[in-house]
């Protein structure tokens, strides 16, 4: 075989490599409900749809009887925590504790480390099973 073929062979291969699709991560569109009466804040861990590594979110900011969209996450496994305005109510209750995470002193948006930063404490997230194109968590009193 010529070296002229191999390399046409070559091209060939490369063209039919870069027309495969890409293994790509199904994503859900994330949304809390607040089901109470009176403000909630939602903190959650989630895979990143671009980065495919653990991120921490908080605060999202819920009025009473609102819904509120905080985007696409990897369909899969997501962790939330949500807390009263006052500090008196907190979800989930202990029976749903599935992980503990930290527990943000303020807003973050960070990559989810091993370790919790100065000044943060560690509390119970709930697990949610998010799949298909949508998926609602409602926090109820």
């Known amino acids: 075989m010529g070296i002229a073929r191999v390399i046409r062979l070559g091209r060939a291969l490369l063209g039919l490599l870069t027309l495969a699709p890409t293994a790509q991560a199904d994503t859900t569109a994330m949304t809390f409900c607040n089901n109470t009466r009176e403000r909630v804040f939602v903190a959650f861990v989630y895979l990143h749809p671009q980065y495919n590594q653990w991120y921490h979110y908080a605060w999202q900011n819920i009025a009473r009887g609102t819904c509120a969209n905080v985007g696409s996450v990897v369909s899969g496994q997501l962790f939330y925590h949500a807390v009263n305005e006052r500090k008196t109510l907190y979800w989930p209750a202990d029976a749903y504790i599935a992980r503990y995470y930290c527990y943000p002193n303020r807003a973050v948006n960070r990559k989810y480390g091993k370790s919790c930063e100065r000044g943060e ?3 119970g ?3 949610a099973d998010v799949y298909g194109p ?5 926090i109820n009193p």
Request: no cysteine; hydrophobic share 25%.
């Open 134 to 138: 949508n998926h609602t968590v409602n």
């Open 125 to 127: 997230y709930a697990q």
């Open 121 to 123: 404490t560690t509390a």
